[in-house]
């Protein structure tokens, strides 16, 4: 039974973040690190995967909805991607790359001393894209977690880059947020587990990481980009008004790029 478990979420091929993350004393510590997806579109998909891969068995990893979108674009199984930066992110990626992205599953689960059986996944257990947030009703939680087995009492997830930890119906539900494109707020978002849940943020040279950024992509947007998300221009009030009629709340907000 692991003690610790670090969740790292939503990294975005952001190197500077995940360097950052990875630095962090309790993560290099950490039983096992979790990644519950979203780990390579944005702007530096090929360095963040290898950097990932070479921890070996200490990483667990999990497939994310972009994930799984860069995969099917480069197999032609589809001619766009909703993110902007997602198909030049896609054609970046070596084919070991590709076929690491293809072993992924959508969630695991893991027994962690103190909280038992813990279930990882990227945006809710049984799909890769749908929407909760912290104020999402409890019969939104009854429906997305109603095929979980009855010794789940924690779920972690991420997909909507904002860090909350809640109960719902007697179940422990975490988002460590983001590492690489956090709103309402900078720096590297994350979680550790084990006895109980402690959500963490690494703050970073933001200005620096900046200029490393943009220098180390090739994406024709790439300075606009690293600008807007590496400093959350995007607030919590902005993306909660987005997602929330993705929870079943509404239908008139726009969407959220996850």
């Known amino acids: 039974m692991l003690k610790r478990v670090a969740v790292l979420s939503d990294i975005h091929g952001v190197l500077p973040a995940l360097e950052a993350v990875l630095a962090e004393p309790e993560v290099r510590s950490a039983d096992r690190v979790v990644l519950t ?20 068995d200490r990483v667990a990893w999990i497939s994310g909805n972009a994930d799984r979108e860069l995969l099917e674009y480069r197999r032609g199984l589809r001619d766009s991607i909703p993110d902007p930066i997602a198909p030049w992110a896609a054609e970046q990626l070596r084919a070991d790359h590709l ?65 909350f930890v809640r109960l719902a119906h007697g179940r422990l539900v975490v988002n460590p947020g983001s590492v690489g494109m956090p709103y309402g707020r900078a720096g590297a978002h994350w979680a550790l587990l084990g006895p109980g849940v402690e959500l963490r943020t690494t703050a970073y040279d933001v200005e620096a990481a900046i200029a490393h950024v943009t220098q180390g992509s090739s994406y024709p ?6 600008d807007y998300f590496l400093r959350a221009q995007a607030t919590d009030a902005d993306a909660l008004a987005a997602f929330g009629p993705r929870d079943g709340r509404g239908d008139t907000a726009s969407q959220a790029s996850t």
């Open 37 to 56: 997806g979203d780990i390579t579109a944005g702007p530096q998909p090929g360095q963040v995967l290898d950097l990932l891969t070479s921890l070996g």
């Open 99 to 163: 076929e690491l992205l293809a072993r992924l599953p959508q969630s695991l689960s893991l027994s962690l001393q103190g909280m038992g059986r813990v279930l990882f996944c990227h945006a809710t257990p049984r799909d890769d894209e749908e929407v909760v947030l912290v104020d999402s009703r409890l019969d939104r939680w009854q429906e997305v977690f109603g095929e979980l087995d009855d010794d789940v009492r924690t779920v972690v997830l991420g997909h909507t880059h904002m860090p």
């Open 221 to 226: 947007e790439i300075a606009q980009w690293a």
